[in-house]
């Protein structure tokens, strides 16, 4: 197995729009064929198309890079803070940490959304799951390689919010110091503070939980006034195609009525004329007979 040969194609078909993914996976793997690399063949054509947030975070990281990769630093610098949090070294940056990493995907969803509203998809009805991809992918160490290459099929397992509490307790459950306060005010202390640290990173976990919801709500309001919208546009469609059915239907009784005005009046006419020439013969049926009347005699 030449995996070079594979990688370089699987970075190829994960990069492509969605819609050309099967099309171009079926290409490759057949020139593979073509050149007798089966095995390589084969393992192309193992890969399956991305879900929409999934290629969304593909596209992300052959677009943004730098800031892909910024997203990864921050997932590790919030992971050595807790470290060095759970070792008994103190827990300052924690909090700073932790508000760049959520920077970070804030940051990269706002790219999703131009890509996803470029890709004819309304960004509301992704960008939470793109969120989690990208979450979940920097704090799991497992996904790091996969997130720079751009070349996720579906969400990685695990995928969610819930996942800050599992970076939260990198280590299990740790002494933890609180972030804010100086490591000398317990100096005197022989056991380290352990709920001031916990209660920040579980303070954080539930903010972005709430920040998901928030968007979840937001998401659901707006979906509604869509419907709203719909429905009431299909009303406003079927009132306009209503009249101008009646207005179509008012044309044509007004044309028939003009046009059997026109045959009364033709008709009319006529009955004139016929009644002029009835007139004209019995006119000169009366001065045959007068003159006939005046041979005889």
């Given at each position: ?6 990688a370089?194609n699987?970075?190829a ?10 099309g ?8 593979l064929?073509a ?8 393992a ?8 929409l947030?999934a290629?969304?975070?593909n ?8 800031e ?10 919030l992971?050595?803070?807790?470290r ?7 827990g ?5 940490a ?14 999703a959304r131009?890509?996803?509203?470029a ?9 939470d ?5 990208l ?8 996904h790091?390689e ?8 579906t ?11 599992a970076?939260?307790?990198?280590g299990?459950?740790a ?6 306060r ?28 709430r ?11 707006d ?7 719909r ?6 469609g ?9 207005q ?28 002029a ?10 001065d045959?007979e007068?003159e006939?009347n005046?041979?005889?005699?």
């Amino acid at each position: 197995m030449d995996h070079e040969l594979l990688a370089s194609n699987v970075d190829a078909i994960y990069a492509v729009a969605r819609e050309d993914f099967t099309g171009e996976r079926d290409r490759r793997a057949k020139q593979l064929r073509a050149d007798d690399h089966r095995e390589e063949a084969a393992a192309l054509r193992s890969h399956r198309k991305p879900t929409l947030p999934a290629w969304v975070v593909n596209q992300l990281a052959r677009r943004f890079p730098d800031e892909v990769v910024g997203l990864i630093n921050a997932a590790e610098q919030l992971r050595d803070v807790q470290r060095r949090a759970a070792s008994g070294r103190g827990g300052a940056g924690i909090r700073e940490a932790t508000q760049q990493l959520r920077r970070s995907v804030a940051d990269l969803r706002e790219h999703a959304r131009e890509l996803l509203q470029a890709a004819g998809s309304r960004p509301e009805a992704h960008l939470d799951e793109v969120g989690q991809v990208l979450f979940a992918a920097a704090v799991g160490q497992d996904h790091h390689e996969t997130l720079r290459r751009g070349v996720f099929v579906t969400v990685p397992a695990g995928a969610g919010f819930g996942a800050v509490d599992a970076l939260a307790l990198v280590g299990g459950t740790a002494a933890v110091e609180d972030p804010v306060r100086d490591n000398d005010d317990d100096a005197g202390s022989d056991e380290p503070d352990t709920a001031a640290g916990t209660s920040t990173l579980e303070a954080a976990a539930q903010e972005e939980r709430r920040r998901q919801a928030d968007r979840e709500r937001r998401r659901q309001a707006d979906l509604r006034r869509a419907a709203q919208r719909r429905e009431l546009e299909q009303r406003q469609g079927q009132l306009r195609r209503s009249k101008e059915r009646q207005q179509r239907r008012t044309e044509r009784a007004e044309a028939t009525l003009a046009q059997l005005r026109t045959r009364m009046s033709e008709a009319a006419t006529d009955a004139n004329e016929q009644r002029a020439a009835l007139e004209r013969i019995d006119q000169q049926l009366a001065d045959l007979e007068e003159e006939l009347n005046s041979l005889d005699g």
